[in-house]
């Protein structure tokens, strides 16, 4: 059933109960916003807010994944957004109210992220939204945002060509992420490229990136492969790596498929010294999963890593594992998910308000000393300035630094500013 058709039912069951009443629906609207919603199904007005800011709390919302194939890498996301918040109501809230977190699953699959994220704001009547993982699951919740001008606020590195007035990347945008990482294995010589990648937005628009940079810069794609999110058999693909002439991988799956991935790689007798991996999504606790054995010495891109050596960074994971177990990882999307309640609580204080159109206002140039370095928002495109990394899997299990960006970049998600680009770009309706 199409969104508008769930709209206007949901309008007229509103008016059908309140005849009969005088509460409301169960959606968290009102007969009052029977109009609101009216005008939203014909795309003139977003639907009128159910935010209560009376009492001394407001709800915020989570959704991740806590089950199925990507719940691998978004239950840390989900702590870490929770020792967010634990540490902001134990310094007195945000403007004076402490938060309520309520949380849904996301189960792995975007239609119910954007079942979920309805939820949340119509009928749980949060502030803001944080999570989603998949670019999947964050295309399928961008319309639910934009319909009620509601806010998300999205931890992951992405592939770009997009911005959204209701969604606040703070992720990495390509010219964080996928070009430096590009621009790393160029330097060190490597010019012939084989992607592989798990079967959604996310690694088929990112590998344009990697083709499109890969032509502009003296470089060979050599193999292009894609698998369902989930799948366990990479023999096929490995046998056509192996056998590519490729110099370089750039690994784009995601979720518990990079196990599977890594053992075939290392079991094909492949090893990071003659045909490394530089790998977009893969943190320090999708290490422990693969394990360290079958990813020593590979690459990743990042923006954060638990090594980095800062008062800020050691203070979080410190936290963290008080929290959590010593033995638990810090990584780059539980630091971005962490930081982005901050940017949110910065927002909100810049605006004195919690009304969304006023937090949208206020939240140019909103700064945040982060685990990963200082980071700011760009009120234009909604995401944020950070800092490159890119890092090698150590006999730790860790992930350490063996190059950084100067300083923070200026986000640049639709590659504007790369000649090479242009094509990308342009093709792009915005």
Known sequence: MGMSRIRRLGAAACVVVALLATSGCGWGRTVADKEALDASDTGSSA???CVDTSGDSIKI????????????SEMTVNKSLHMAVDEINSNGGVLGKKLDVVEMDGKSEPAVFAEKARSLIEKECVAAVFGGWTSSSRKA???VFEADNALLFYPLQYEGMESSPNIFYTGAAPNQQIVPALDYLKEQ???KLFLVGSDYVFPQTANRVVKAYAEGNGMEVVGEEYTPMGSTDFTTIVNKLKFSGADAVVNTLNGDSNVAFFKEYKASGLTADQVPVISMSIAEEEVAAIGVDNVLGQLTAWNYYQTLDSA?????VKDFKAK???NKPTSDPMESAYTSVYLWKGMVEKAKSFDVDKVKAAADGVTFDAPEGTVKVDGENHHIYKTSYIGKIGEDS???TVWQSDGPIAPDPYLKTYDWAASLSASVNK
């Open 47 to 49: 639907a009128s807010s």
């Open 61 to 72: 919302g989570f959704v991740n994944s806590m089950s199925g194939t990507m719940a691998i």
């Open 141 to 143: 919740m961008l319309p």
């Open 189 to 191: 010589g490597h010019k």
């Open 312 to 316: 800020e960074n050691k203070k979080f």
């Open 324 to 326: 959590y177990g010593a």
């Open 398 to 400: 860790l992930i350490h």
